[in-house]
T-cell receptor, first 115, second 112 residues
Framework: DVKVTQSSRYLVKRTGEKVFLECVQD?????MFWYRQDPGLGLRLIYF???????EKGDIPEGYSVSREKKERFSLILESASTNQTSMYLC??????????????FGPGTRLLVL | DQQVKQNSPSLSVQEGRISILNCDYT??????FLWYKKYPAEGPTFLIS?????DKNEDGRFTVFLNKSAKHLSLHIVPSQPGDSAVYFC???????????FGKGTTLSVSS
């Protein structure tokens, strides 16, 4: 079974704080993703990574950065948290098939509240 | 502009009946489609997928139908159970793509 874990289920932070969200997968997957989910907006891709130290912007990268120093770990960083970043953050991983068309496996999510 | 659309935000069905969730897409390059189920406070879980070379894929109570000419797919759940109550997301990708494109989700409520 694929296991994707996220460091926290719930976080409360203050405006302006630097926030780190950690994600670890144990299936040696090449690709990892960060999404946020908001009511009525579905899942929106923030960043993804297809290799160590590689990253690509998704649809809504503004206000976020990522780090992938090891294959199994993908971190999402909010450099200066703002209230509009209050959301559910979901990490996912996928094998990394050359032809795409692959299933992504999600972690349990981190619900972040920025006050 | 939304490339994957789930036009019904919610659906209510009685236990034992069929649930039909719909999804439309605009990008003709999409050739692989997935459905995910999500309970509150949990991550989405993969449910079923279909490649564009097929028009139907079945897994137990879940069947996905793909109509390429109409750029439409649907998820059928038969029979529906109260435990199926969740948000269902449709997603699409293609050979060149790495990331999935998700719809906004449909909340299914199955009453007993």
């Amino acid at each position: 079974d694929v296991k994707v874990t996220q460091s926290s289920r719930y976080l409360v932070k203050r405006t302006g704080e630097k926030v780190f969200l950690e994600c670890v997968q144990d299936m040696d997957h090449e690709n990892m993703f960060w999404y946020r989910q908001d009511p009525g907006l579905g899942l929106r891709l923030i960043y993804f990574s297809y290799d160590v130290k590689m990253k690509e912007k998704g649809d809504i990268p503004e206000g976020y950065s990522v780090s992938r120093e090891k294959k199994e770990r993908f971190s999402l960083i909010l450099e200066s948290a703002s209230t509009n970043q209050t959301s559910m953050y979901l990490c996912a991983s996928a094998i990394g098939l050359a032809g795409g068309r692959e299933t992504q496996y999600f972690g349990p999510g981190t619900r972040l509240l920025v006050l | 502009d939304q490339q994957v659309k789930q036009n019904s935000p919610s659906l209510s069905v009685q236990e034992g009946r069929i649930s039909i969730l719909n999804c439309d897409y605009t990008n003709s390059m999409f050739d692989y489609f997935l459905w995910y189920k999500k309970y509150p406070a949990e991550g989405p879980t993969f449910l079923i997928s279909i490649s564009s070379i097929k028009d139907k894929n079945e897994d137990g109570r879940f069947t996905v139908f793909l109509n390429k000419s109409a750029k439409h797919l649907s998820l059928h759940i038969v029979p529906s159970q109260p435990g199926d109550s969740a948000v269902y997301f449709c997603a699409a990708t293609n050979q060149a793509g790495t990331a999935l494109i998700f719809g906004k989700g449909t909340t299914l409520s199955v009453s007993s």
